[in-house]
């Protein structure tokens, strides 16, 4: 392990420390200290209206009085029902100064799928967009939620399109709120709210953040993130971007904040960093290329399908996204194909990251200014980092570098576990590794490389195929914009590899002629027996592309 370890130190760039020293705080006070240090530059902007680090943590302690007030206290799970908008931040910070957990909830989720995790968090408050109250209504049945907070988005943008944003976001369902749920509105409930002060507790103990995982799929099952878990990541993450300037950057916020890397890489980074962040609810690619154009943005989060769509829009409206420093590319594998499109469009520094909501969630980035960045993989363990490559079998026995198995992680940005789950905790952490899931090899130089999840392995006839590696051939044939590949049933071979591929605007292709493409560049059994052409590929929030909707299309 120690030579395994001294192999990605090795490879660190000379300005990165392999350890650091992390302070034991709460996380509401990166906003204290970062608006004593830049009271009145942006925080935020949201639709062109602008919000000062001081009006920000103003709001945040009126929120933390506002729930003293109305009751709740440490421990206390307060919901969030919210796309990127200034009220989010102000109802995450706020619930964080009173040792309150925050409980991330997906908009795009069914009523029903929001009252499982409202359910199984046990929240008591909800904090809901108003164009999402009605599905909220719904949801908050037969849950512990007792109060329901209304944030009005034309409380947050320019008096001059409040009544278009009114208009546009009313809910559009009906309304009917339980009986035993009260009903206030946010934004003056805050501005009669008095200023709450800090709750003593100890960050290390204390969770933060609900992450749900799988909330789709089966059972939902969140991730319990302490102060401490997502205070140490946020400063392993600013030791890795060394150069970045405190005060001085643009982030564009447009992964949403109720994901793991859309609240750490976006949100908390950019408070840590005193940034200013432009707030998009959901992602457009034309808007996202122009606001980078009209705000000089330094930096974008995301995800590869999104750094596409960037460039091409940039490039076909012509607009100048040169302003970008850095993107760091992470939940799911960057092609080179995108990496090359990008970095041609826009000059900037395109590396891919590695994390899961488990670890707060970043654990490997590719070295950005400093040091090689390695197309294809995700580059090397954080500071304090300490990662493992075991068989599939057992998931005991170290493995040598260039061999492939399960990746196993420790550090302190590690999850405490998994709330009301101690069977599911068991399993994912023991004797101190996070076990991943995710099957992966580490080389001579300490770079690590996800082969692909262990559930999504294609097994034909014997033969393990990896998504991935189909994927980047696929990505290799000019007339492809997105593809993904899936197992499908077989009834000789197991299972056969099939692709669902969108052609690029203008383009058109034959089953044959993706498959001949295939066959001169890999094995045979790799090769997809089966290829579907669509418009468009199902994708989660972020950005993810659903493979579980596409296998599932494909038994019908």
Same mark, same amino acid.
């Given at each position: 392990?120690?030579?395994?370890?001294?192999?990605?130190?090795?490879?660190?760039?000379?300005?990165?420390?392999?350890?650091?020293?992390?302070?034991?705080?709460?996380?509401?006070?990166?906003?204290?200290?970062?608006?004593?240090?830049?009271?009145?530059?942006?925080?935020?902007?949201?639709?062109?209206?602008?919000?000062?680090?001081?009006?920000?943590?103003?709001?945040?302690?009126?929120?933390?009085?506002?729930?003293?007030?109305?009751?709740?206290?440490?421990?206390?799970?307060?919901?969030?029902?919210?796309?990127?908008?200034?009220?989010?931040?102000?109802?995450?910070?706020?619930?964080?100064?009173?040792?309150?957990?925050?409980?991330?909830?997906?908009?795009?989720?069914?009523?029903?799928?929001?009252?499982?995790?409202?359910?199984?968090?046990?929240?008591?408050?909800?904090?809901?967009?108003?164009?999402?109250?009605?599905?909220?209504?719904?949801?908050?049945?037969?849950?512990?939620?007792?109060?329901?907070?209304?944030?009005?988005?034309?409380?947050?943008?320019?008096?001059?399109?409040?009544?278009?944003?009114?208009?546009?976001?009313?809910?559009?369902?009906?309304?009917?709120?339980?009986?035993?749920?009260?009903?206030?509105?946010?934004?003056?409930?805050?501005?009669?709210?008095?200023?709450?002060?800090?709750?003593?507790?100890?960050?290390?103990?204390?969770?933060?953040?609900?992450?749900?995982?799988?909330?789709?799929?089966?059972?939902?099952?969140?991730?319990?993130?302490?102060?401490?878990?997502?205070?140490?990541?946020?400063?392993?993450?600013?030791?890795?971007?060394?150069?970045?300037?405190?005060?001085?950057?643009?982030?564009?916020?447009?992964?949403?904040?109720?994901?793991?890397?859309?609240?750490?890489?976006?949100?908390?980074?950019?408070?840590?960093?005193?940034?200013?962040?432009?707030?998009?609810?959901?992602?457009?690619?034309?808007?996202?290329?122009?606001?980078?154009?009209?705000?000089?943005?330094?930096?974008?989060?995301?995800?590869?399908?999104?750094?596409?769509?960037?460039?091409?829009?940039?490039?076909?409206?012509?607009? $100048?996204?040169?302003?970008?420093? *850095?993107? /760091?590319? !992470?939940?799911?594998?960057? &092609? %080179? #194909?995108?990496?090359?499109?990008?970095?041609?469009?826009?000059?900037?520094?395109?590396?891919?990251?590695?994390?899961?909501?488990?670890?707060?969630?970043?654990?490997?980035?590719?070295?950005?200014?400093?040091?090689?960045?390695?197309?294809?993989?995700?580059?090397?363990?954080?500071?304090?980092?300490?990662?493992?490559?075991?068989?599939?079998?057992?998931?005991?026995?170290?493995?040598?570098?260039?061999?492939?198995?399960?990746?196993?992680?420790?550090?302190?940005?590690?999850?405490?576990?998994?709330?009301?789950?101690?069977?599911?905790?068991?399993?994912?952490?023991?004797?101190?590794?996070?076990?991943?899931?995710?099957?992966?090899?580490?080389?001579?130089?300490?770079?690590?490389?996800?082969? $692909?999840?262990?559930?999504?392995? *294609?097994? /034909?006839? !014997?033969?393990?195929?990896? &998504? %991935? #590696?189909?994927?980047?051939?696929?990505?290799?044939?000019?007339?492809?914009?997105?593809?993904?590949?899936?197992?499908?049933?077989?009834?000789?071979?197991?299972?056969?590899?099939?692709?669902?591929?969108?052609?690029?605007?203008?383009?058109?292709?034959?089953?044959?002629?993706?498959?001949?493409?295939?066959?001169?560049?890999?094995?045979?059994?790799?090769?997809?027996?089966?290829?579907?052409?669509?418009?468009?590929?199902?994708?989660?929030?972020?950005?993810?592309?659903?493979?579980?909707?596409?296998?599932?299309?494909?038994?019908?």
């Amino acid at each position: 392990m120690k030579e395994q370890q001294a192999a990605w130190i090795r490879s660190y760039p000379a300005a990165v420390p392999p350890s650091l020293t992390y302070p034991e705080i709460p996380l509401s006070a990166i906003l204290r200290d970062t608006a004593a240090r830049f009271p009145r530059a942006t925080a935020t902007i949201f639709y062109g209206a602008r919000m000062n680090y001081q009006d920000l943590y103003d709001g945040a302690r009126s929120f933390a009085g506002l729930l003293s007030e109305l009751g709740f206290g440490l421990g206390d799970r307060i919901g969030l029902l919210m796309p990127n908008m200034p009220s989010f931040i102000i109802a995450y910070y706020g619930t964080a100064q009173i040792g309150g957990a925050v409980v991330q909830l997906n908009p795009l989720l069914t009523a029903r799928e929001l009252r499982a995790e409202l359910q199984d968090s046990g929240a008591v408050c909800l904090v809901v967009a108003e164009p999402l109250l009605d599905k909220a209504s719904e949801a908050v049945k037969e849950t512990s939620v007792r109060m329901i907070l209304v944030s009005s988005l034309t409380s947050y943008v320019p008096w001059f399109i409040r009544f278009i944003v009114k208009k546009k976001t009313r809910p559009k369902g009906s309304v009917t709120i339980p009986a035993s749920v009260k009903v206030l509105p946010l934004e003056s409930s805050l501005r009669s709210a008095p200023q709450g002060k800090q709750v003593d507790f100890d960050p290390r103990e204390t969770i933060l953040s609900f992450q749900y995982t799988g909330g789709t799929t089966g059972l939902p099952k969140a991730a319990m993130l302490t102060h401490f878990n997502l205070v140490a990541n946020l400063h392993q993450v600013s030791a890795w971007v060394y150069r970045l300037e405190d005060g001085a950057e643009v982030f564009v916020c447009v992964l949403p904040f109720f994901h793991s890397y859309g609240m750490t890489v976006g949100m908390n980074f950019a408070i840590l960093k005193g940034a200013t962040m432009v707030l998009l609810p959901t992602f457009d690619p034309a808007q996202t290329a122009q606001a980078i154009e009209k705000y000089r943005a330094t930096l974008l989060p995301g995800v590869p399908p999104m750094y596409l769509a960037v460039a091409h829009h940039a490039q076909r409206q012509k607009l $100048d996204i040169s302003s970008l420093k *850095v993107c /760091v590319s !992470g939940g799911a594998p960057l &092609p %080179r #194909e995108i990496h090359d499109r990008f970095v041609r469009a826009t000059g900037a520094k395109l590396v891919e990251g590695y994390g899961l909501s488990e670890a707060s969630p970043v654990t490997h980035v590719n070295p950005i200014w400093d040091g090689e960045n390695r197309i294809g993989s995700i580059g090397l363990p954080l500071p304090d980092t300490d990662c493992r490559i075991v068989d599939l079998e057992t998931g005991t026995q170290d493995l040598p570098p260039g061999q492939e198995g399960e990746l196993l992680i420790r550090g302190p940005q590690v999850m405490k576990g998994y709330w009301n789950r101690p069977d599911e905790t068991a399993h994912t952490l023991r004797d101190g590794w996070l076990y991943t899931g995710d099957v992966a090899s580490m080389d001579e130089d300490g770079y690590f490389r996800i082969v $692909d999840r262990k559930k999504d392995l *294609v097994i /034909v006839g !014997g033969f393990n195929v990896y &998504p %991935r #590696e189909v994927e980047e051939v696929l990505y290799q044939h000019p007339k492809i914009q997105e593809v993904a590949v899936v197992g499908v049933h077989h009834a000789v071979r197991g299972e056969i590899v099939k692709a669902f591929v969108v052609l690029k605007p203008g383009e058109s292709a034959t089953e044959a002629e993706i498959v001949s493409f295939c066959r001169e560049r890999l094995a045979n059994y790799k090769v997809p027996r089966e290829v579907e052409f669509v418009k468009e590929l199902p994708k989660s929030a972020v950005g993810k592309i659903l493979r579980r909707e596409l296998r599932d299309a494909s038994k019908r």
